[in-house]
């Protein structure tokens, strides 16, 4: 029953957005597949780090860095398929376990050390992002590539690039939602089906009680930001395919939309409840609230401030109704 509620407050908004989307529908452009199609393209990188955000929430921690090293991580494939030449497969799994180390590294930090997880995932993003820009030499990482002999040369775009921005089922779907919607499931699946998601939540619901139950918190913890460093990186897999290049500026600001989706869908920063679903379904409501503004041709500053706004109303029905 608790649970239901619990859905019941992360689907109203939703569906609120929706209705606002059905009545300013722009001559019917939101009735439209196209809009739902590109609506679930665009929030699918986000949508990708807040799952991984979901799992550190759970824990009552917090994950500032994976807007730095999803920059990092776009960088690092680019420069390895481009100027340096190596193949997608072996790209990939370098960069995701490039994520996977800096997310295991984070956790060490929190869990071993002590540290707060605000201070060493805020000190994490500040590296991640210095360490992109160096590695791109402040530049963005494109096709255009200067050799040894100091002469540039055109490069063919990767072919991973194109394989993971297509379209598939007829161009009705782009791979980057399905990558997403394989994430979802994914992280459904550690949190409610494998025995680190129930000691995921005994550690955000009680640490020190957890600890007195047998539950290793140490290697939880780390085991949690590993994943949102693995999430990260994925998503940048994903944003630099989208973007043909590895630009370290991108990604700015990721953190604060994936978190946004957490709270949106009504996951505790408090730890100990919520899940993927409720982060799938704020996904989903940031995604069609932005579209909507769009469509009706609101500014990017409009949207903006409209934003923001309705995410703390969002938030305080969901806390009012909770109380009751």
Known sequence: MKDRAVAVR????????????????????????????????????????????TVVVVTAGIDLAVGSVLALSAVSL?????????????????????????????????????????VVTLAAMV?????AKHIADGKKVTTYVVGDD??????????????????ILGDQVAIVTVIFALVVVTTFLVLRRL????????VGGNAPAAFLA????QRTLVFAYAYSGLCAALAGICQAAQETQGDPETGLGYELDAIAMVVLGGTSLMGGRGGVGLTLVGALTLGYLQKVLSLNAFSTETRLMLTGGIIVAAVLFQRRSSSR
């Open 10 to 53: 992360a689907l109203t908004p939703l569906v609120l957005v929706i209705l606002i989307g059905a009545v300013f529908n722009q001559e019917g452009a939101f009735f439209r597949w196209e809009a739902h199609r590109a609506m679930l393209r665009e929030i699918a990188v986000v949508g990708i780090l807040a799952c991984g955000m």
């Open 78 to 118: 680019s420069t390895l398929l481009m100027p340096l030449g190596w193949s997608g497969p072996a790209a990939v799994l370098a960069v995701l376990a490039m994520g996977l180390c800096l997310g295991a590294l984070a956790g060490i930090l929190v869990a071993r050390l002590g540290m707060q997880p605000f």
């Open 127 to 131: 590296f991640a992002r210095g360490l």
């Open 150 to 167: 100091g002469v540039g040369r055109l490069l063919d775009t990767p072919p991973l690039f194109a394989a993971i921005d297509r379209k």
């Open 195 to 202: 025995v680190v998601g129930r000691y995921l939540y005994a």
């Open 214 to 217: 047998g539950v290793p918190v």
